[in-house]
């Protein structure tokens, strides 16, 4: 089955810096990747995703890049603020021929002010 | 707007205890799934259903069993619960399977003693 691995574990930084965030997957039929933000004593909601047949998507300062040659894939914050801190997964599925999403270990960030 | 109720919240257990997590959405979704997140791996797949009276098994399907009667409603029951079991217990639903967003419940902590 898919493997997904992300990276870093922790992140902090300071209120108006940039944050990255970087996922690998080992099968390359994936073709659909979703980022869940999920915030303390809370569900995970979709912020941003992506779909094999484009390399790069932005909601404003949010952005993800796909580089499906190397099989991995990128959640940039730009400005960040004290609200964006939480815990980020990166997922990925294959509809064509499964029912799952593999999701990341998760990425806890946190903006200081 | 209810979208994914799960319940309950809180659970404290012995070992070889039975209960089960209710979930329910009024969204009409066909597709929805029971994940467990424990620190450092991420959310892991138990069980999931792409339509009434259909369940098939995730990741991490032993000790769990589900059922779907109807489209609304995908109850998780632990059997014979062990302290393995002691995790975060979070219900999704999703309209498109796995091509499109997973709505998440707000979450069930487990504690298996």
């Known amino acids: 089955g898919e493997n997904v691995e992300q990276h870093p574990s922790t992140l902090s930084v300071q209120e108006g810096d940039s944050a990255v965030i970087k996922c690998t997957y080992s099968?390359?039929?994936?073709?659909?990747f979703p980022w869940y933000k999920q915030e303390l004593g809370k569900g995970s909601q979709l912020i941003i995703d992506?779909?094999?047949?484009?390399g790069e998507k932005k909601d404003q300062r949010i952005a993800v890049t796909l580089n499906k040659t190397a099989k991995h894939f990128s959640l940039h914050i730009t400005e960040t603020q004290p609200e964006d801190s939480a815990v980020y997964f990166c997922?990925?599925?294959?509809?064509?021929?499964?029912?799952?999403?593999?999701f990341g270990t998760g990425t806890s960030l946190t903006v200081i002010p | 707007n209810a979208g994914v109720t799960q319940t309950p919240k809180f659970q404290v257990l012995k070992t070889g205890q039975s209960m089960t997590l209710q979930c329910a959405q009024d969204?009409?979704?066909?597709?929805m799934s029971w994940y467990r997140q424990d620190p450092g791996m991420g959310l892991r797949l138990i069980h999931y259903s792409v339509g009434a009276g259909i369940t098939d098994q995730g990741e991490v399907p032993n000790g769990y069993n589900v059922s779907r009667s109807t489209t609304e409603d995908f109850p998780l029951r632990l059997l014979s619960a062990a302290p393995s079991q002691t995790s975060v217990y979070f219900c999704?639903?999703?309209?498109?399977?796995?091509?499109?967003?997973?709505?998440f419940g707000e979450g069930s902590r487990l504690t298996v003693l």
């Open positions: 997922a990925a599925s294959n509809p064509n021929t499964g029912n799952q999403f593999y």
């Open positions: 099968d390359s039929a994936s073709n659909y």
């Open positions: 969204m009409n979704h066909e597709y």
């Open positions: 999704a639903s999703s309209r498109q399977s796995v091509r499109g967003e997973l709505f």
């Open positions: 992506i779909r094999s047949n484009v």
